[in-house]
């Protein structure tokens, strides 16, 4: 399986260990949104035709700008993808508002021990990194989707 | 729970909670209650940050995905956060056992 995949699997595994802790909740979202991350990051690295290489040019893609690419993506009035098919503008927009979500969700987890996460939030974001997952390849071929994951990469002041 | 978290409130709030409380009307009877904060989020961009309590149904494994997806975007289509507001919505799941099991603060 791909590291994104295992990732994945991972956070399925721990945000259903019974009982559970606070350790195992906080990890499964973080694995989650890391299955996420990767799993972008390995679908637009995969357009390189030098295989060797992809894992090197994975390392350009930052978290700061695939966050603010996702963000400007979901502004239904800036980004009206006229002419598209909904299903895949919908599912585009999933992605997107999901990653920014979990990325999120991954510094609460992360970081903040104020309080505690609650099993029903930790489920919640592993199931929507699974739902992407299960959706991504419905839309990968799609012309806005690989615009998508080219943006994730381009820095824009 | 409406805290601006010490946040300067630019946005008109009055108009801003009648539009969430129209839209949690839209909502159906698994969101047993909602809250929310505008605060800047992990990135310092301003946010709103809803906190959702379902009933112990509407977490289960098998349908909690359906429920929340439904829900978060009930509210982004009703309300519109990011384009009528400047504030990006995320979204706090909690079932109503575990909201009774809380003695502490609540996260929005």
Redesign the interface.
């Given at each position: 399986m791909a590291y994104h995949d295992d990732l994945l699997a991972q956070a399925l595994e721990l945000v259903?260990t019974a009982p559970s802790t606070q350790a195992s909740l906080r990890r499964a979202v973080s694995a989650a949104y890391y299955a996420v991350f990767h799993l972008l990051v390995a679908e637009a690295t995969s357009n390189w035709n030098n295989v060797p290489l992809r894992a090197a040019l994975g390392r350009a893609y930052d978290h700061?700008i695939m966050?603010a690419v996702s963000?400007r993506l979901?502004?239904?009035?800036d980004f009206t993808f006229a002419g598209e098919d909904p299903n895949v503008v919908a599912g585009l927009r999933f992605v997107a508002?999901t990653f920014?979500?979990l990325q999120?969700?991954r510094?609460?987890a992360d970081y903040n021990l104020i309080?505690?996460l609650?099993?029903?939030?930790a489920?919640?974001q592993v199931?929507?990194a699974?739902?992407i997952f299960n959706r991504w390849p419905s839309i990968r071929s799609e012309q806005i989707a690989q615009e998508y994951l080219v943006s994730l990469l381009v820095k824009r002041s | 729970m409406r805290d601006n978290d010490g946040m300067p409130i630019v946005v008109h709030r009055g108009q801003l909670d009648a539009e969430i409380q129209n839209a949690i009307r839209k909502l159906g009877p698994e969101a047993v209650d909602v809250t929310y904060q505008v605060r800047p989020d992990s990135t310092g961009e301003p946010a709103i940050f809803f906190l959702i309590v379902l009933k112990d149904a509407a977490t289960r494994k098998d349908v909690i995905s359906e429920t929340t997806g439904r829900i978060a975007t009930i509210l982004i289509n009703e309300v519109q956060p990011i384009e009528n507001w400047g504030l990006h919505p995320f979204f706090n799941y909690r079932s109503e056992s575990e909201q009774q099991r809380r003695n502490g603060p609540q996260r929005a």
């Open positions: 259903y700061g966050r963000n979901l502004n239904m009035r508002f920014t979500e999120e969700h510094h609460f309080e505690d609650d099993p029903s939030d489920l919640s199931t929507s699974e739902k | -």
